[in-house]
């Protein structure tokens, strides 16, 4: 009788304990639905240049069900703007924050110190010394691989006589420091010589009138569109060269202005940022690894070839 | 072979049958009714929820399939609703107009401005690829050939026909303002009329592809997780909700495959994954339209419910479990009852009739019918018992009416001798111990009797035995006088005595010693009867008690040890009974073992009746 009474226990016990996994069980799979929070800031954010890689935030955003919040900002001109921006969203209970970040050397301690409080994807281009235990993930682009191509491209569509007449805007991103890098190095290989470097266009006019040339590369996208502005106006029209993703950039390619270009596969890098970040919430034991996603070398001849108007006119309803 | 290989498994069934505790018959009911009942449970489960899903798939087939139709329709509508434009614009402004003095802008600018949500532009070009006309009004690129493009080349290659191109980015006009469109172009092969001379040209209507884009993106976004997209007739998509990632190469579809499949709905494996295809061709354009249903959007709304009928099958087997417990202990309480009483009935209880009384027909018939065997049996048992005690009366009787006539005969013959010789007092005497004798030995017909009176029966005995044999030997009593007041089985001691008198120190040359010892140990009583005269080997000895021995000695009286041993052992047990020691020329110990049973009323008369268990007697002091 004793024993007959603990079977029944026994078998109530089970009972209950498979009712109540089932039941948090069914909880789990209603969570499984809720959106997560996730911030953008990238400097400028209603840049045109953005169009592609918030294509891409879009619809990982549609696949994952992440409520995505792209914060309006303007030109980022330091890390302490951006910084102000970040604390912002934090304290908003924002749950993840992707970055491009402004090249600052203060932002190390900083971003080292807020990959702790919150989940942070860093896109474009990783800090200048990441540390080597970072905890945060950074889909940037194929900066050596860009700097390199467009080496190249200057290299294949110039003469041995404009070769030796090239003016070089850097900017001052992180991404198109690492692209000088490569250029550069790519360059000294085929010995050859940079007439003179310029950070900012501003410096533009100025440095034509003093040393023409006869070929520019810009190296990232606001500076090659001003670059093409400027170059509008002036007697001189050297061969433009340079890294872009707006559609004015791609406009000023399109009716001659810049005379080749290399874009970056902003969709893709929009795209697995967020992904990887919604995985990473929806589950915490996945963990999150860097990417480089890739570029295309663009031209006015090929750029309504069938495969290149798929990614550099993105279809955005 | 194939015999042995049947055989096996049934030893091993018996085998494990019988190295297994039988379950009670409670535990018989609730298993296998348990068992019964939820696997019927799961079994219904099984099947309705079988049942639930394939009609649930087929509503969200049918639901998608008619989603189809109708977005096909819609395009359907579209598309000849752009044909409609292209022909008013050539039927209507084209054919009527000669370029050598006018153009359409006009009638090109109308119908662009009443279609411009679906329409990028219009453009009219000679067979060379010169513009002649175009609405809106914008510049044409500069270096522009237009005859190498798709579109011209399929307008002039089947004249009859309107060719719809894939989307593609419009490269005509520079718009001025950094846009691009993606369009659909509808080409058709016209006749344009210059100063009276007809030629060929291609009229151009390039379709707005967000148009279409939104026109399914809102079928879309309505979906629970299926979709649809659009291919041409060679499965080049046209429109697919994932259309950048599947150009970034962050996602695949299985596009040219399921644009060969026939219209209809099809099951298809795509990378590891089920999934349902409805395919529809747009008649007009030759488009296949195509809706997936993946495999998970069938099990996203069942999700829910199978964790709902999940917790429905425990509960309802939780109950089940509980009510067959019920049952079973409704079903199984009187057997229990009735198995309870039988054990009791083993100690010579009756059954209790309200035990098996609330029990079902055949329970009540079974507890009847086992009171009857019961009440049989103890008859018989009853009966068996009479009957032993007649037959050991019986025996008793045979065994008095043996030592009378020789015992009788010689103790009167030493009377008249004592008589004659004048020893009036010894004749008394012996007369006297005679008369004792006899009394005991009658004792009103009773077996069991006190230690007391054996003893005195013994002394009696003994006292007219050496009275005839002159005093040639000694008898002494060592007897603790705690135990006269046990029971016993009357006569077991004088005829020990007569053996050793007869046996052991009758013809002794010296005098011969018998000494007669009792005592209590613990619960048991021990007397023994030890003589000094010639003693046995060890050969005789352990023939004495032997019952199938035939040849055991039977001299004088002719009661043998053995008929005393059988009687103790016949009242009180195997337990107890004689034991002898022996050796030859050193005497004899004969030892009677008793259980201590103090003489009462009840236990006299019950040890009369042979209703006393000896386990029991003991406990009965």
Same mark, same amino acid.
């Given at each position: 009788?004793?024993?007959?009474?603990?079977?029944?226990?026994?078998?109530?016990?089970?009972?209950?304990?498979?009712?109540?996994?089932?039941?948090?069980?069914?909880?789990?799979?209603?969570?499984?639905?809720?959106?997560?929070?996730?911030?953008?800031?990238?400097?400028?954010? +209603?840049?045109?240049?953005?169009?592609?890689?918030?294509?891409?935030?879009?619809?990982?955003?549609?696949?994952?069900?992440?409520?995505?919040?792209?914060?309006?900002?303007?030109?980022?001109?330091?890390?302490?703007?951006?910084?102000?921006?970040?604390?912002?969203?934090?304290? +908003?209970?924002?749950?993840?924050?992707?970055?491009?970040?402004?090249?600052?050397?203060?932002?190390?301690?900083?971003?080292?110190?807020?990959?702790?409080?919150?989940?942070?994807?860093?896109?474009?281009?990783?800090?200048?010394?990441?540390?080597?235990?970072?905890?945060?993930?950074?889909?940037?682009?194929?900066?050596?691989?860009?700097?390199?191509?467009?080496?190249?491209?200057?290299?294949?569509?110039?003469?041995?006589?404009?070769?030796?007449?090239?003016?070089?805007?850097?900017?001052?991103?992180?991404?198109?420091?690492?692209?000088?890098?490569?250029?550069?190095?790519?360059?000294?290989?085929?010995?050859?010589?940079?007439?003179?470097?310029?950070?900012?266009?501003?410096?533009?006019?100025?440095?034509?009138?003093?040393?023409?040339?006869?070929?520019?590369?810009?190296?990232?996208?606001?500076?090659?569109?001003?670059?093409?502005?400027?170059?509008?106006?002036?007697?001189?029209?050297?061969?433009?060269?340079?890294?872009?993703?707006?559609?004015?950039?791609?406009?000023?390619?399109?009716?001659?202005?810049?005379?080749?270009?290399?874009?970056?596969?902003?969709?893709?890098?929009?795209? &697995?940022?967020?992904?990887?970040?919604?995985?990473?919430?929806?589950?915490?034991?996945?963990?999150?690894?860097?990417?480089?996603?890739?570029?295309?070398?663009?031209?006015?001849?090929?750029?309504?070839?069938?495969?290149?108007?798929?990614?550099?006119?993105?279809?955005?309803? | 072979?194939?015999?042995?290989?049947?055989?096996?498994?049934?030893?091993?069934?018996?085998?494990?049958?019988?190295?297994?505790?039988?379950?009670?018959?409670?535990?018989?009911?609730?298993?296998?009714?348990?068992?019964?009942?939820?696997?019927?449970?799961?079994?219904?489960?099984?099947?309705?929820?079988?049942?639930?899903?394939?009609?649930?798939?087929?509503?969200?087939?049918?639901?998608?399939?008619?989603?189809?139709?109708?977005?096909?329709?819609?395009?359907? +509508?579209?598309?000849?609703?752009?044909?409609?434009?292209?022909?008013?614009?050539?039927?209507?402004?084209?054919?009527?107009?000669?370029?050598?003095?006018?153009?359409?802008?006009?009638?090109?600018?109308?119908?662009?401005?009443?279609?411009?949500?679906?329409?990028?532009?219009?453009?009219?070009?000679?067979?060379?690829?010169? &513009?002649?006309?175009?609405?809106?009004?914008?510049?044409?690129?500069?270096?522009?050939?237009?005859?190498?493009?798709? #579109?011209?080349? +399929?307008?002039?290659?089947?004249?009859?026909?309107?060719?719809?191109?894939?989307?593609?980015?419009?490269?005509?006009?520079?718009?001025?303002?950094?846009?691009?469109? #993606?369009?659909?172009?509808?080409?058709?092969?016209?006749?344009?009329?210059?100063?009276?001379?007809?030629?060929?040209?291609?009229?151009?209507?390039?379709?707005?592809?967000?148009?279409?884009?939104?026109?399914?993106?809102?079928?879309?976004?309505?979906?629970?997780?299926?979709?649809?997209?659009?291919?041409?007739?060679?499965?080049?998509?046209?429109?697919?909700?994932?259309?950048?990632?599947?150009?970034?190469?962050?996602?695949?579809?299985?596009?040219?495959?399921?644009?060969?499949?026939?219209?209809?709905?099809?099951?298809?494996?795509?990378?590891?994954?089920?999934?349902?295809?409805?395919?529809?061709?747009?008649?007009?354009?030759? #488009?296949?339209?195509?809706?997936?249903?993946?495999?998970?959007?069938?099990?996203?709304?069942?999700?829910?419910?199978?964790?709902?009928?999940?917790?429905?099958?425990?509960?309802?087997?939780?109950?089940?479990?509980?009510?067959?417990?019920?049952?079973?202990?409704?079903?199984?309480?009187?057997?229990?009852?009735?198995?309870?009483?039988?054990?009791?009935?083993?100690?010579?209880?009756?059954?209790?009739?309200?035990?098996?009384?609330?029990?079902?027909?055949?329970?009540?018939?079974?507890?009847?019918?086992?009171?009857?065997?019961?009440?049989?049996?103890?008859?018989?048992?009853?009966?068996?018992?009479?009957?032993?005690?007649?037959?050991?009366?019986?025996?008793?009787?045979?065994?008095?009416?043996?030592?009378?006539? *020789?015992?009788?005969?010689?103790?009167?013959?030493?009377?008249?001798?004592?008589?004659?010789? /004048?020893?009036?007092?010894?004749?008394?005497?012996?007369?006297?111990?005679?008369?004792?004798?006899?009394?005991?030995?009658?004792?009103?017909?009773?077996?069991?009797?006190?230690? /007391?009176?054996?003893?005195?029966?013994?002394?009696?005995?003994?006292?007219?035995?050496?009275?005839?044999?002159?005093?040639?030997?000694?008898?002494?009593?060592?007897?603790?006088?705690?135990?006269?007041?046990?029971?016993?089985?009357?006569?077991?001691?004088?005829?020990?005595?007569?053996?050793?008198?007869?046996?052991?120190?009758?013809?002794?040359?010296?005098?011969?010693?018998?000494?007669?010892?009792? #005592?209590?140990?613990?619960?048991?009583?021990?007397?023994?009867?030890?003589?000094?005269?010639?003693?046995?080997?060890?050969?005789?000895?352990?023939?004495?008690?032997?019952?199938?021995?035939?040849?055991?000695?039977?001299?004088?009286?002719?009661?043998?040890?053995?008929?005393? *041993?059988?009687?103790?052992?016949?009242?009180?047990?195997?337990?107890?009974?004689?034991?002898?020691?022996?050796?030859?020329?050193?005497?004899?110990?004969?030892?009677?073992?008793?259980?201590?049973?103090?003489?009462?009323?009840?236990?006299?008369?019950?040890?009369?009746?042979?209703?006393?268990?000896?386990?029991?007697?003991?406990?009965?002091?």
């Amino acid at each position: 009788m004793k024993n007959n009474k603990l079977y029944i226990s026994i078998i109530v016990a089970l009972v209950a304990a498979l009712l109540i996994l089932v039941s948090q069980a069914t909880q789990a799979s209603a969570s499984s639905d809720t959106s997560h929070q996730v911030s953008v800031i990238v400097n400028d954010s +209603n840049s045109d240049r953005w169009i592609r890689f918030r294509a891409g935030l879009d619809q990982a955003a549609k696949d994952y069900n992440i409520n995505l919040n792209y914060v309006t900002t303007t030109k980022l001109g330091t890390f302490s703007q951006e910084k102000a921006v970040i604390d912002k969203e934090v304290a +908003n209970g924002t749950e993840a924050v992707i970055l491009q970040l402004v090249n600052d050397t203060d932002s190390q301690d900083y971003i080292t110190d807020m990959s702790h409080k919150t989940t942070l994807a860093i896109v474009e281009a990783d800090l200048e010394d990441s540390p080597s235990n970072k905890s945060y993930s950074v889909t940037q682009d194929d900066n050596t691989g860009m700097g390199e191509a467009l080496a190249q491209m200057v290299i294949d569509r110039s003469d041995d006589s404009t070769k030796e007449n090239i003016g070089i805007v850097t900017g001052d991103s992180y991404s198109a420091k690492a692209r000088y890098q490569a250029l550069a190095n790519l360059f000294a290989e085929k010995n050859i010589n940079v007439s003179w470097m310029v950070t900012a266009t501003e410096e533009l006019p100025f440095k034509l009138s003093e040393q023409p040339v006869t070929t520019i590369v810009a190296l990232d996208n606001d500076t090659l569109e001003e670059a093409a502005a400027l170059l509008k106006d002036e007697k001189q029209k050297p061969q433009l060269y340079g890294v872009g993703c707006s559609d004015k950039s791609i406009y000023y390619l399109d009716n001659g202005k810049i005379a080749g270009m290399i874009v970056p596969n902003e969709y893709t890098m929009g795209y &697995l940022s967020l992904s990887k970040v919604a995985m990473y919430l929806n589950d915490h034991l996945y963990k999150i690894t860097d990417s480089t996603v890739d570029y295309f070398t663009i031209t006015k001849e090929n750029l309504y070839s069938t495969e290149n108007q798929k990614m550099i006119f993105p279809i955005v309803g | 072979m194939a015999e042995k290989k049947k055989t096996k498994p049934r030893t091993f069934f018996f085998k494990r049958r019988q190295n297994t505790t039988p379950l009670s018959i409670r535990g018989i009911i609730l298993v296998t009714f348990t068992v019964v009942s939820v696997g019927s449970v799961l079994l219904t489960s099984f099947v309705l929820y079988q049942q639930f899903e394939k009609h649930s798939r087929q509503m969200i087939t049918d639901s998608t399939e008619r989603l189809t139709e109708q977005a096909a329709m819609r395009l359907e +509508n579209h598309l000849t609703t752009m044909r409609e434009i292209s022909d008013a614009l050539y039927y209507d402004a084209i054919k009527d107009t000669d370029f050598g003095e006018s153009n359409v802008n006009d009638q090109m600018n109308t119908l662009y401005e009443a279609n411009s949500t679906n329409l990028v532009s219009f453009a009219l070009y000679t067979k060379d690829g010169q &513009l002649l006309s175009a609405a809106p009004t914008l510049v044409q690129k500069e270096g522009l050939d237009v005859t190498q493009e798709d #579109w011209f080349l +399929n307008a002039l290659e089947n004249e009859e026909n309107l060719h719809f191109s894939v989307p593609h980015v419009q490269n005509l006009f520079d718009s001025q303002t950094n846009r691009y469109y #993606w369009v659909i172009s509808l080409s058709r092969a016209v006749v344009i009329t210059t100063n009276g001379v007809p030629q060929e040209g291609v009229l151009l209507v390039d379709m707005n592809y967000s148009s279409i884009e939104q026109m399914f993106n809102e079928v879309n976004d309505k979906t629970n997780g299926q979709y649809l997209y659009l291919t041409d007739s060679e499965g080049e998509i046209i429109y697919h909700p994932r259309q950048m990632q599947i150009n970034a190469g962050l996602y695949t579809e299985n596009n040219i495959q399921e644009a060969s499949y026939d219209d209809g709905v099809h099951e298809e494996i795509y990378q590891g994954s089920s999934r349902t295809s409805i395919n529809d061709t747009i008649g007009y354009a030759g #488009w296949k339209m195509v809706s997936i249903i993946p495999s998970t959007t069938f099990s996203l709304g069942m999700n829910n419910y199978r964790y709902f009928l999940l917790m429905v099958i425990i509960v309802v087997i939780l109950a089940i479990i509980l009510i067959n417990r019920l049952v079973a202990q409704r079903i199984s309480s009187p057997l229990t009852d009735l198995d309870e009483s039988i054990q009791t009935a083993e100690e010579g209880k009756p059954l209790i009739p309200a035990d098996y009384d609330g029990g079902s027909r055949e329970v009540q018939l079974l507890g009847r019918t086992l009171e009857g065997y019961r009440e049989r049996n103890a008859q018989l048992m009853h009966d068996i018992v009479v009957e032993q005690e007649q037959k050991r009366k019986s025996e008793l009787d045979a065994l008095q009416a043996q030592i009378n006539p *020789h015992f009788l005969y010689n103790t009167l013959d030493s009377i008249v001798w004592m008589i004659e010789s /004048e020893r009036k007092k010894d004749a008394v005497f012996m007369v006297t111990q005679l008369a004792s004798l006899f009394r005991i030995s009658l004792s009103r017909g009773d077996t069991i009797i006190p230690i /007391e009176d054996e003893l005195k029966h013994a002394k009696n005995y003994m006292n007219i035995q050496t009275a005839r044999f002159k005093d040639s030997f000694i008898v002494t009593f060592h007897v603790d006088p705690e135990i006269q007041h046990y029971c016993t089985v009357k006569l077991i001691i004088q005829p020990i005595l007569e053996n050793a008198v007869y046996y052991g120190v009758k013809n002794m040359d010296e005098d011969g010693m018998i000494t007669v010892s009792g #005592w209590k140990e613990n619960d048991d009583i021990y007397i023994t009867v030890e003589d000094n005269g010639f003693g046995m080997p060890q050969e005789v000895v352990d023939q004495l008690l032997d019952s199938s021995n035939k040849h055991a000695p039977h001299h004088g009286s002719g009661v043998g040890l053995i008929n005393v *041993h059988e009687r103790i052992q016949l009242r009180f047990g195997a337990n107890y009974g004689l034991s002898i020691a022996s050796e030859a020329d050193h005497g004899t110990k004969v030892t009677i073992h008793l259980p201590a049973v103090l003489y009462t009323e009840e236990n006299h008369e019950r040890l009369e009746n042979g209703t006393m268990d000896p386990e029991a007697m003991h406990e009965k002091q």
